[in-house]
């Protein structure tokens, strides 16, 4: 029947009670039925559970993760995935949603902490993001450290007509001038003739 266990594999320790159930296991990867099953209806899904801290033994475990139906659903609680990535937080710290870092430890002004790119599959896929036909990129204002935490964020396009693997245009920026002062929206104006620092006009909010 639809959402019977199919079958799974569980992880534990004989260091308080053995689990009788596979989803009571610390970590376990169980497969269960999509639907009630057939010789015409046979689709599965996965549920990924773990063993939170402080956990009893014989304790049904809590699902982290959901794969169905091609989608992966992080921080599921047994919620099914509505997009390819669908992400839940609680919007509270460690738990308020994707992260990216940078793991250098030792970033230096305007280096790139990270990038989320758009593009598609005709043509090259970009090994590079920036080459990405649409990217967000973020990149650090000045040199990081516990005391000095700046950064701006960039728009990129890539130019009509030109080829893969293309490193895109920035076309906007938004940044801070310092705490506590303004913050700066740049756009690029495209006139390649002027001075490297007038080819974007800025707006300042206060």
Sequence with gaps: SQNDILG????DSSDGNI????TEASIAMVAKARQDH????KAGYLDFYYAAQGEDDDTTSTIGMRFMDGKLAVNAGGRDPFHPLTVFTTAQNWNSGI?????????AADQLLGIVGFDSLDGNAPSDLLEAS??????????HSTGDKGGYLTVR???????DDTTSSEVMRVSTVSAGTSSTLRLRN??????D??????????
Excluded: H, K, Q
């Design 157 to 163: 396009l890539t130019e009509t007509n030109d080829d």
């Design 19 to 22: 689990p009788s159930s596979l």
């Design 190 to 195: 495209n006139n390649t003739s002027m001075p």
């Design 8 to 11: 799974g594999i569980g992880f």
């Design 38 to 41: 057939s010789d015409s209806n």
């Design 197 to 206: 620092d007038t080819t974007f006009a800025s707006i300042e909010f206060y």
């Design 99 to 107: 992260a990216i870092y940078n793991t250098d430890t030792s970033v």
């Design 134 to 143: 649409v990217a967000i990129a973020a990149y650090a204002s000045e040199d």
